[in-house]
């Protein structure tokens, strides 16, 4: 039973909880004592809650020993301690799988394109010189370099699981993010090199395994050829879902021994209860996961798919706005771009378009009001330019912002509009003030996750898909 996700060239265990804080934070540490007249942190924990001792000469093993720990994968063998493996059926050579004899009359090592479970990829490439250098994020304050290792993702010689006795299911879940129907074509692609026959999709998220009104959606190679060419998920998606004890109980009845999970956090982490429930029932089952975010923002991950395609969706946005504001007598224009707890699309968007003034993120607080707020800088650009642009991203600014205490049907919190409460307060200030504002908003929220993967994200989600189908027959 497997529950990982797969990153170009990597595979990483994933946690049930934020994407983030079930990872130690090394930037953030508190210098709390002395140790050999150099101020360390002893708020550094280990895997087990335990505080890091730099004095101890061996902390950089321990450091290292439990990291693999968190990074450990999981493995059918973990329970099933007798699971015979054999020989792989994938071959990146061949366009079908290989035959049952092709590890006797021509034995796998001869090909060289699998890859050792020991095989590891090197996390951080940077060693900095010292705390103050530029990026550094140090674990302790002499930044010690500490190599840390992921495991790394491709076919392995050995399988567990049977291709012709595999029933496989896919499901998409939260919301929509461009590039979801490359990763189920190339999905489905990869498991058919494997031999797999029985390949199914589970409609609108994790409700698909309850709901009734709902049947399974056949996938091939012929069904899946042509879906990349538009957005969207051919599976459908939704927030929210069943119990787990329903979605496992529906896996069994089913017979699905392998699932595919396509979602944020919360999909993640109803993958990771599925993993668990499956583990206490002894039933064989791998649950992988593909980490969906629009908004670029999993540790461990240099890029999420759909995130290069909504910056360049953005553009269209931020361009009308452009015009709009340069085109009128002292116009303002107001852009809000995704981005609940991250400002990555909108910072990006910014720099890429050249035609932004203020950029607003969660990362950096701000204040509307007084002399260093920002309706006082938009006054100035009006002054000194004629016309502001202004991007802010959705989970900006909710301080300023009466709290709802609501959430979705995933446990997200419902956010305030910081887009049209910046709208409403631009044009209360400058009609305070006596001067003329044409202000225009633009919310592009839902264009720039509904259309096509671009070229960039298109090649990950093929190496995501990819690696996701190897992963679960390993």
């Excluded at 720990?69 to 059918?76: G, I, N």
């Amino acid at each position: 039973m497997s529950h990982v996700v797969t990153l170009p060239g990597l595979t990483v265990t994933t946690s049930s909880s934020s994407s983030s804080s079930s990872y130690p934070h090394i930037h953030s540490l508190t210098t709390t004592r002395l140790c050999s007249k150099v101020r360390v942190s002893a708020q550094f924990k280990s895997h087990d809650s335990t505080p890091i001792d730099f004095c101890d000469p061996d902390w950089k093993h321990k450091f290292k020993q439990d990291f693999q720990e968190r990074f450990s994968l999981p493995h059918v063998t973990d329970i099933f301690h007798d699971t015979p493996p054999m020989p792989s059926t994938f071959c990146l050579q061949h366009r079908t799988p290989m035959v049952r004899d092709f590890a006797g009359s021509n034995p796998s090592k001869e090909w060289r394109g699998y890859i050792n479970d020991n095989d590891r990829v090197l996390l951080k490439t940077i060693y900095y010189s010292s705390s103050t250098s530029a990026g550094a994020e140090c674990i302790d304050p002499g930044c010690s370099w500490v190599e840390q290792w992921v495991h790394r993702a491709g076919p392995r010689e050995k399988i567990y699981f049977k291709p012709e006795e595999v029933k496989a299911a896919i499901v998409t879940c939260g919301g929509l993010c461009p590039g979801l129907n490359d990763v189920i074509r190339q999905l489905v692609i990869t498991l058919e090199a494997y031999g797999v026959k029985k390949i199914v999709g589970i409609p609108f998220g994790y409700r698909g395994f309850s709901d009734k009104e709902f049947s399974e959606v056949p996938l091939s190679r012929n069904v899946v050829q042509n879906i990349h060419l538009s957005g969207g998920s051919l599976l459908g998606v939704s927030r929210g879902g069943p119990a787990v004890n329903e979605i496992v109980d529906s896996l069994e009845e089913r017979g699905i021994n392998m699932l595919f999970v396509l979602g944020g956090n919360g999909t993640h982490a109803g993958a990771n209860a599925i993993h668990d429930e499956c583990r206490r029932r002894r039933y064989m089952v791998s649950v992988i996961g593909v980490p969906k975010t629009i908004d670029n923002d999993i540790l461990l991950l240099d890029k999420t798919f759909g995130f290069d395609t909504a910056v360049e969706e953005a553009q269209r946005a931020i361009n009308s706005a452009y015009i709009e504001a340069h085109s009128a007598y002292h116009g303002i224009g107001i852009v809000k771009l995704m981005g609940r707890s991250s400002g990555f699309i909108a910072m990006h968007a910014s720099l890429a378009s050249g035609q932004i003034d203020i950029c607003l993120i969660p990362e950096v607080p701000f204040k509307l009001h007084g002399q260093n707020g920002v309706l006082s800088h938009m006054k100035h650009l009006i002054e000194t330019k004629g016309s502001a642009v202004i991007c802010v991203a959705e989970g900006a600014g909710q301080g300023l912002l009466q709290k709802t205490h609501a959430t979705d049907a995933s446990g997200n919190a419902v956010l305030g509009d910081i887009g049209g409460y910046i709208q409403q307060e631009t044009r209360k200030y400058f009609k305070e003030i006596g001067i003329h504002a044409d202000i225009k908003y633009i919310d592009p929220t839902y264009m720039i996750r509904a259309c096509r993967a671009n070229a960039s994200d298109g090649i990950l989600c093929a190496v995501l898909g990819q690696n996701a189908g190897i992963v679960a027959s390993q």
